[in-house]
Nanobody, 119 residues
Framework: VQFVESGGGLVQPGGSLRLSCAASGFTFSNYAMTWFRQAPGKEREIVAVISRAGDNVVYRDTVKGRFIMTRDDNKSTVYLQMNSLKPEDTAVYYC?????????????WGQGTQVTVSS
């Protein structure tokens, strides 16, 4: 199992970024997918979750209306379009499959991609 996140960078407040996460080593279409983020000194938090079919996405309140999560099962990739970025969005962003509870694959994380929102 592997997750490779990309697309992060330095952006000014109000700007946009599109993150990608390429997954491998499992049947991608069988699992909901999750974007997480971890800011310095804070715990990792869920940003958005997309259903297996891609027809339902749940966002944390602080990103609703600004972020859009999508998936492409043909490419085993999930995306996070981030608009109207704020300094508080600064964090390392990760993706992971929504494994069943107790699944040992839950210990596998990618390297993440750094997003920095600053003027």
């Amino acid at each position: 199992v592997q997750f490779v996140e990309s697309g992060g960078g330095l952006v000014q407040p109000g700007g946009s970024l599109r993150l990608s996460c390429a997954a491998s080593g499992f049947t991608f279409s069988n699992y909901a997918m999750t974007w997480f983020r971890q800011a310095p000194g804070k715990e990792r938090e869920i940003v958005a979750v997309i259903s297996r079919a891609g027809d339902n996405v749940v966002y944390r309140d602080t990103v609703k209306g600004r972020f859009i999560m999508t998936r492409d099962d043909n490419k085993s990739t999930v995306y996070l379009q981030m608009n109207s970025l704020k300094p508080e969005d600064t964090a390392v962003y990760y993706c992971k499959a929504a494994w069943p509870k107790g699944d040992e694959r839950g210990d596998v994380w990618g390297q993440g991609t750094q997003v920095t929102v600053s003027s």
